[in-house]
């Protein structure tokens, strides 16, 4: 049972233009949404973050935004550029009882920013 | 300030055999957290440690266990391995490992291989 979806598990997109990576999610117990991108051979890197309180957050050329009917949120990258190219993973965590239960992670997508 | 380090960077054993993998947190951070990625699952959580005791646990069998020390130093175990225990090991350190403004930071990796 997938609680954290990310049913694109690659995208391309041209230097310059917008990136558009979408993440799905079942449980309605999560309270606080992550990005992480990933190069090969390294650990994930902390991207942006966004509480269920909000329905964006934005830093840079990063924006996140949460759509909690839809259980739905996506990452705009804005222009993207080369070293944009990673695999993007989105979590999900529950706080529920004061701690944090573990981030749960979708399979992630391979962005990859074509010159 | 150094990040976290894992070792060792890359392990083969032959099944049936334990390991042990070890992770040293970012200093001052006192939550560690150990995630397997694999290839067909992604990053799944398999527990978290906060002073010397575990907190959180994913779903892995018993053969998957941890412990952390005075020092916030975390050792993940896997006995009696199986093929399918091959995976990417990743640990994550955090201040508290609580509240919505945490973020994980990554280490490298253990990358597991089993013959």
């Known amino acids: 049972d997938q609680q954290v979806k990310q049913n694109s598990p690659s995208l391309s997109v041209q230097e310059g233009r917008i990136s558009i990576l979408n993440c799905d999610y079942t449980?309605?117990?999560?309270?606080?949404f992550l990005w992480y991108k990933k190069y090969p051979a390294e650990g994930p890197t902390f991207l942006i973050s966004?509480?269920?309180?909000?329905d964006k957050n934005e830093d840079g050329r990063f924006t996140v935004f949460l759509n909690k009917s839809a259980k739905h949120l996506s990452l705009h990258i804005v222009p993207s550029q080369p070293g944009d190219s990673a695999v993007y993973f989105c979590?999900?965590?529950?706080?529920?009882?004061?701690?944090?239960?573990?981030?749960?992670f979708g399979k992630g997508t391979h962005l990859i920013i074509q010159p | 300030k150094a990040g976290v380090t894992q070792t060792p960077r890359y392990l083969i054993k032959t099944r049936g055999q334990q390991v042990t993998l070890s992770c040293s947190p970012i200093?001052?951070?006192?939550?560690v957290s150990w995630y397997q990625q694999t290839p067909g699952q992604g990053l799944q959580f398999l527990f978290e440690?906060?002073?010397?005791?575990?907190?959180n646990k994913g779903n892995f069998p018993g053969r998957f266990s941890g412990r952390q020390f005075s020092n916030s130093r975390s050792e993940m175990n896997v006995s009696t391995l199986e093929l399918g225990d091959s995976a990417l090991y990743l640990c994550?350190?955090?201040?508290?490992?609580?509240?919505?403004?945490?973020?994980?930071?990554f280490g490298s990796g253990t990358q597991l291989s089993v013959l």
């Open positions: 994550a350190s955090s201040f508290t490992g609580m509240g919505t403004n945490e973020k994980l930071f």
């Open positions: 449980n309605s117990m999560f309270d606080y």
């Open positions: 966004i509480s269920s309180i909000k």
């Open positions: 979590a999900a965590s529950s706080h529920s009882g004061g701690g944090a239960d573990g981030l749960t």
């Open positions: 200093s001052g951070h006192r939550s």
């Open positions: 440690y906060f002073s010397e005791t575990q907190r």
